[in-house]
């Protein structure tokens, strides 16, 4: 089932998680520290263009293919590598990234954010409705 399970115990197969989810954006489980997001990127489509100045992302491909880019500035992305099923992606606090969905499928990967990121329960249906929430945020 696809939830927010909060800071409780939890055991679960991440990949088939990671794989069902629709939506671009599911919070699977939000404790005070760590949070696990499941994401859905339409081919095309986008992660988007963003920096957190201070967590650490760790991001897993399970299917599809991309184009990841980062860098110090939203400006200057020097660093640019492509990555496909089975592929993590280290992401440095305070590195401005994006990852590009280049495959002809939705792109199917988790997120792992230290600290937390998103609010608990955080559901963002579609690339636009994640936007939005940001600029609320």
Not at 102 to 126: C, D, M
């Amino acid at each position: 089932m696809l939830k927010d399970y909060g800071a409780e115990p939890t055991v679960l197969n991440i990949e088939d998680h990671t794989l069902i989810n629709g939506n671009f954006r599911t919070a699977l489980w939000t404790g005070t520290k760590l949070q696990v997001t499941v994401m859905s990127i339409s081919v095309g489509g986008e992660v988007g263009l963003e920096q957190h100045p201070d967590t650490d992302q760790f991001l897993r491909i399970e299917d599809g293919q991309a184009r990841v880019v980062m860098g110090d500035t939203k400006e200057s992305l020097t660093f640019i590598k492509t990555a496909e099923k089975d592929f993590a992606i280290f992401v440095p606090a305070g590195k401005w990234h994006n990852i590009i969905n280049t495959g002809k499928s939705p792109l199917k990967l988790y997120s792992i954010y230290s600290p937390v990121e998103h609010p608990h329960g955080t559901v963002h249906k579609t690339f636009e409705e994640a936007e939005e929430a940001e600029h609320q945020h």
